[in-house]
């Protein structure tokens, strides 16, 4: 088989950044075959209101008309039930929670998540999608997502109504504790994290395009990870956490966290599936499972990828993708 038809499909996790670049990575989003991107709002401003949130869209549209942009805020404790109605309002259709310090742009996170309580209290009365990083900033840094459990269970049990989601789940222990955590729980797979441990980062000469946090795990973990995408279980879904940052920020004294992965999701994943036999499992974890977590219509256009060797460009506007210079076999038919 040369060709795959696949439904357009959705990712439901990406950095669009602010300023002039959001144009280029927005329309990266379009290039690389997704309809919809669920944005994420650690911008610099971050994403707090729903002026924030409108201007934002309104400049990512313009840059990329006809990408779906599913808008998100950043939590911040002490948000009102007044601005969260405006930005349910304004289009809203989940808040973001980063613990404060654990990645890019969240030193204005919240610090202890009981602090925030009463921020999903009111997401839970107006169904706005709880996103998480669940990492606990004062855990050891290998250890941060399984330290973060144990506040995830005692939220999830606060608020049995509240749809919540882990993030760019990286170890055995958070797909488990989503899984028994029942039905409106899922979590977000990436790429990287499916295809890489922590030994491609760091057990050889250092590669900075592969570093992000969660840090990538170990081959346990990974193996988890990828048993769960392949065997098509609902909860778990596609979320590339597409991380765009300069050249000069990863090759440096002190690398900034985050993979560009957005243009090579497509075609990587396509082989992934297709080496343990599960092309069938592709088109439900990339444009099935997400959409109905979110309660969205699934996307009604088409695309094809082709098994084409292309080779990954080494840059695309000043961001490297931690494969660069590689030959993968699928890539997208042009339209
Ligand atoms: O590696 C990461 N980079 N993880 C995140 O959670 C944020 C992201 C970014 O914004 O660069
Ligand atoms: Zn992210």
Redesign the pocket.
């Known amino acids: 088989m040369d060709r795959l038809v696949l439904r357009q499909p959705d990712d439901f996790h990406v ?1 669009l950044r602010q300023g002039s670049a959001s144009a280029d990575w927005a329309r990266d989003a379009q290039k690389a075959g997704f309809a919809r991107v669920l944005v ?1 709002p ?1 911008t610099v401003p971050p994403v707090v209101d729903s002026a924030s949130l409108m201007r934002y869209r309104h400049s990512l549209a313009a840059a990329a008309p006809g990408l779906g942009l599913l808008m998100t805020f950043k939590i911040m404790a002490g948000m009102t039930t007044e601005t969260l109605t405006a930005l349910k309002a304004a289009g809203a259709v989940a808040g973001k929670l ?1 613990p404060e310090g ?5 030193a204005d996170g919240v610090r202890h998540l009981k602090d925030a309580y009463p921020v999903f209290e009111v997401m839970q009365e107006l169904d706005l999608v709880l996103c998480l ?1 669940g990492e606990d900033p004062g855990a050891f840094t290998f250890d941060r997502e399984v330290v973060f459990l144990k506040d995830f269970r005692a939220l999830r049990q606060a608020f049995p109504r509240l749809r919540i989601i882990l ?2 789940i990286s170890t055995r222990e958070g797909l488990e504790t989503v899984r028994e955590a029942g039905e409106r729980t899922a979590g977000t797979l990436t790429a990287h994290h499916l295809l890489y441990t922590f030994d491609d980062l760091a057990g050889g000469a250092l590669r900075p395009h592969l ?4 840090l990538l795990k170990r081959s346990e973990d990974r193996a988890a990870l990828q048993a769960a995408a392949v065997a098509g279980e609902k909860q778990f879904f596609f979320g590339s ?1 597409s ?3 300069a050249k000069s920020n990863k090759e440096a004294a002190l690398c ?4 560009y992965t957005m243009p090579v999701s497509l075609p990587l994943l396509a082989s992934f599936f297709e080496e343990r036999g599960a092309l069938e499992k592709l088109d439900p974890f990339l444009s099935v499972f997400g959409a109905e977590f979110y309660g969205l219509p699934r996307n009604p256009g088409q695309l094809v990828l082709e098994r084409r060797p292309w080779v990954v460009p080494l840059e695309y506007h000043g961001a490297v993708p931690p494969n660069a210079g590689e030959t993968l076999d699928w890539q997208l038919q042009e339209v």
Request: hydrophobic share 20%; aromatic share 8%; charged share 10%.
């Open positions: 950095h994420m650690n980063y654990v990645t890019t742009n969240s990083h993030e760019h570093f992000c946090k969660p956490d991380a765009p940052h900034s966290a985050g993979c």
